[in-house]
């Protein structure tokens, strides 16, 4: 599979919108950084819509590609570089996931109003 080499691509696009608040209540997604956090998303029960990985990235850590792989994870290898300006960090950025944000909790009473108790 050829490496995802454009800045405009869909999938980049996406996850460059993920930067901002507003760009994340937008989608309704949010951006997961890194092997470890990653397999923790996932071990909570995350929904990952998809996993960007360097192309330098796919040797360092095969392990997480076969459980991706093995899950039906839409893995897609992009060039070295271009998942640091995913997330405009200074550091080198080899595995990023896009994750469906959970659905929101109900909204709770502001302190100090009236709330009725069932008897």
Request: proline share 9%; charged share 20%.
């Amino acid at each position: 599979m050829t490496p995802i080499d454009a800045i405009k691509d869909p999938r980049i696009a996406t996850a460059r919108s993920l930067a901002t608040r507003a760009g994340r209540d937008a989608a309704g997604l949010c951006l997961v950084e890194g092997p470890s956090l990653i397999r923790q998303a996932r071990a909570a029960g995350a929904r990952l819509a998809y996993v960007l990985t360097s192309v330098d990235a796919t040797g360092d850590d095969p392990s997480l590609h076969a459980e991706l792989c093995d899950a039906h994870m839409p893995v897609h290898t992009v060039r070295a570089g271009l998942l640091r300006k995913i997330t405009g960090g200074a550091k080198p950025v080899d595995w990023l996931a896009v994750a469906h944000l959970p659905a929101p909790c109900s909204t709770v009473a502001p302190a100090g109003s009236p709330t009725r108790r069932p008897r």
